[in-house]
């Protein structure tokens, strides 16, 4: 999903832009599967359903499940683009994303096949290449996260980000 103005609404009224920097300027501790719901543009139905399949782990706090601000964020990392998220918060990125997560410009010569499969991948999934690329380099990461992290000042903090 690439955003353009601060018009794209969902059903609540809010701009994708205004969730963005809502959720990342301002946190709240835990979120009910409703104020999730709000806070992402999902429907009630799509937050549960994304809890019952566990890719959005609750925790029961006096009898009710509710979502953590880390778990909503991570989860809001892979359901928005990258680019989206940085263009909407703007100035304030700094204060939002550590350094080591902002996104960086690269240029690398593949070759073709992989460049072709990269775009399929990405239509199938209705992502960016970017997305698709940066999803399959973070498995690389996580595979070399111990040596990475001996290399590389802030790495381990900047992987473990936002919990």
């Given at each position: 999903m690439m955003l353009g103005k601060?018009?794209?609404t969902s059903h609540s009224g809010l701009s994708t832009v205004s969730k963005i920097r809502d959720l990342f300027l301002l946190p709240r501790k835990t979120y009910s599967a409703a104020e999730a719901a709000e806070a992402t543009g999902m429907s009630l139905?799509?937050?549960l359903g994304w809890m019952e399949v566990g890719e959005?782990?609750?925790i029961d706090i006096r009898g009710e499940i509710v979502l953590p601000w880390d778990e909503l964020v991570s989860f809001a990392m892979d359901f928005?683009?990258?680019a989206d998220i940085e263009a909407a918060l703007g100035a304030e990125l700094a204060e939002a994303l550590p350094n080591l997560l902002q996104l960086a410009d690269l240029e690398v010569r593949i070759p073709?096949?992989?460049v072709v499969a990269l775009e399929?991948?990405?239509v199938r999934d209705g992502k960016s290449v970017d997305a698709v690329l940066a999803r399959e380099?973070?498995?690389v990461m996580s595979a070399q996260s111990d040596w990475l992290a001996s290399e590389i000042p802030g790495f381990a903090a900047a992987l473990a980000w936002p919990y």
């Open positions: 601060d018009t794209d139905e799509d937050v959005l782990e609750g928005w683009e990258q073709r096949l992989e399929k991948l990405a380099l973070r498995d």
